[in-house]
């Protein structure tokens, strides 16, 4: 198949299922939906609603959101291209726990 998702290998890759509905990119969204407290709701137009409305301003949390949704969108592009270019692999745990160490920090550093 031509745009094979590479994470998966079995789906077409789109925006949509590389980032949201590919099930090692939905593993990695449950988890830190659960992390963060928020609906493990992994839909694109769900966490484009939940962004837009409910994370602006300054407090800690909404920055931690912000921030864990950030790394993700990367991690997961990054393991995408990984597999691509370098043929090496990351389980869904692996990037999670990278997701929570990168937030950690980013939120210490502020
Ligand atoms: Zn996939």
Excluded at 28 to 40: E, Q, T, Y
Excluded at 44 to 50: D, G, S
Aim: glycine share 2%; with cysteine.
């Amino acid at each position: 198949m031509v745009n094979r998702c590479v994470l998966c290998e079995s789906s077409l890759e789109t925006h949509s299922h590389l980032f949201f509905e590919c099930p090692y990119s939905a593993a990695i969204w449950r988890a830190i939906a659960v992390w963060l407290k928020i609906s493990p709701d992994t839909s694109l137009p769900h966490l484009f609603h939940w962004y837009k409305v409910y994370n602006r301003g300054q407090g800690l949390v909404k920055k931690q959101r912000r921030c864990a949704l950030m790394c993700a969108l990367y991690l997961v592009w990054h393991e995408r291209n990984k597999r691509i270019f370098k043929g090496i692999q990351a389980t869904p745990v692996t990037i999670i726990r990278k997701i929570k160490v990168l937030v950690l920090l980013r939120l210490s550093s502020l």
